[in-house]
T-cell receptor, first 114, second 112 residues
Framework: NAGVTQTPKFQVLKTGQSMTLQCAQD?????MSWYRQDPGMGLRLIHY???????DQGEVPNGYNVSRSTTEDFPLRLLSAAPSQTSVYFC?????????????FGPGTRLTVT | GENVEQHPSTLSVQEGDSAVIKCTYS??????FPWYKQELGKGPQLIID???NVGEKKDQRIAVTLNKTAKHFSLHITETQPEDSAVYFC???????????WGAGTKLIIKP
């Protein structure tokens, strides 16, 4: 199993540009989520999904869109990048069955907006 | 909104000594409390978790304690080793889907 994969690893954008961060998992997990990690602030939930076709907002959803057309993929779209979106982005997944809430994280995407 | 406070932000201990990291949470409905370890350049990885119906849980050198009345939980690492050096995050669940609210992290440094 590859686990959770994210692409790209690094990205530099200019203010106003759009892009999609890719996330895929091969563990057949129903629950997937996107976080951003900023220095001194821990991880903050952007959006999450409990299954294909179902998404919901987290703590900091503004400026980001998500969709979940398959169980495996959960892309995060930045509509019009702003310097405040400079961060490290992590995708995570977990099962919703069996009483385990362990989240499995991808390696992250480091995004810089100039 | 709901929050989780974590202390200290940096902890330096001598190899072989114990380390304790503390967290407090605000949502009295939280019932799941995981601890994650993040090594440089990697995503966080679960090291131990505890449910609200349990006061303490151990796994070899790692233990977590929970005081629901005080809304306080702690991570204890005994006999620290160089490979324990990392950033540690606590979190507390909110909502019916067990979303997590995270602490700001503790950088643990093990001195040889």
């Amino acid at each position: 199993n590859a686990g959770v994969t994210q692409t790209p690893k690094f990205q530099v954008l200019k203010t106003g540009q759009s892009m999609t961060l890719q996330c895929a998992q091969d563990m057949n997990h129903e629950y997937m989520s996107w976080y951003r990690q900023d220095p001194g602030m821990g991880l903050r939930l952007i959006h999450y999904s409990v299954g294909a076709g179902i998404t919901d907002q987290g703590e900091v959803p503004n400026g980001y869109n998500v969709s979940r057309s398959t169980t495996e993929d959960f892309p995060l779209r930045l509509l019009s990048a702003a310097p405040s979106q400079t961060s490290v982005y992590f995708c995570a997944s977990r099962t919703v069955a069996g009483g385990s809430y362990e989240q499995y994280f991808g390696p992250g995407t480091r995004l810089t907006v100039t | 909104g709901e929050n989780v406070e974590q202390h200290p932000s940096t902890l330096s201990v001598q190899e072989g000594d114990s380390a304790v990291i503390k967290c407090t949470y605000s949502d009295s409905a939280s019932n799941y409390f995981p601890w994650y370890k993040q090594e440089l350049g990697k995503g966080p990885q679960l090291i131990i978790d505890i449910r609200s119906n349990v006061g303490e849980k151990k796994d070899q050198r790692i233990a977590v304690t929970l005081n629901k009345t005080a809304k306080h939980f702690s991570l204890h690492i005994t006999e620290t080793q160089p490979e324990d050096s990392a950033v540690y995050f606590c979190a507390a669940s909110i909502g019916s889907n067990y979303q997590l609210i995270w602490g700001a992290g503790t950088k643990l440094i093990i001195k040889p």
